[in-house]
């Protein structure tokens, strides 16, 4: 009985560390070598990727097209001038696991990257998405803000 006890109470401590772990926010700065994509542009660019696997639910196809329809609706500008580069990427596709790794993904994600002539130099994984998903309103809101900090600063 108490080898049950003391089993039940290290599933609960993880359980709960592992949702205080997924709360948490994450905005990391890393170095170029990390996930650098080979974009060459000279400047600024910022990449808004969603991460995704083999098998899609419901909530991920929504989670994408939310975000299309955000930065389609905000930043139609950015993105034709290939200032802001929208790129969904299956993680499960041969070459793109270390997306897995570099940006810490322990689900579907959408990741905003920027780079200066070429090399990363912050991203941010928009946690929020998954809580924000049923209100439409809020989670374009939530995108258009977050890509905004990063396209709109220097």
């Not at 419901?58 to 790129?87: F, N, V």
């Not at 499960?92 to 990257?113: F, R």
């Not at 928009?126 to 220097?154: C, G, H, P, S």
Request: hydrophobic content about 40%; some cysteine.
């Amino acid at each position: 009985m108490k080898v049950k006890s003391v089993v039940t109470a290290a599933l609960g401590l993880f359980v709960v560390a592992s949702i205080a772990y997924m709360a948490a926010p994450k905005s990391q700065e890393k170095p170029a070598s990390a996930a650098t994509p080979s974009v060459t542009l000279p400047g600024k660019t910022v990449i808004v990727y969603y991460f995704h696997g083999g098998i899609r639910c419901q909530s991920c196809m929504r989670i994408e097209s939310l975000t299309k329809q955000a930065l389609d609706e905000s930043y139609a500008k950015p993105m034709a001038q290939g200032k802001l580069i929208w790129k969904p990427i299956s993680v499960e596709d041969p070459g793109n696991e270390h997306y897995v790794q570099d940006y810490e993904l322990a689900n579907k994600s959408v990741v905003v990257s920027e780079l200066k002539d070429g090399k990363q130099v912050r991203w941010s994984n928009l946690k929020r998405v998954w809580e924000l998903l049923q209100n439409e309103a809020a989670f374009k809101r939530y995108i258009r803000d977050e890509v905004a900090e990063i396209l709109e600063t220097d």
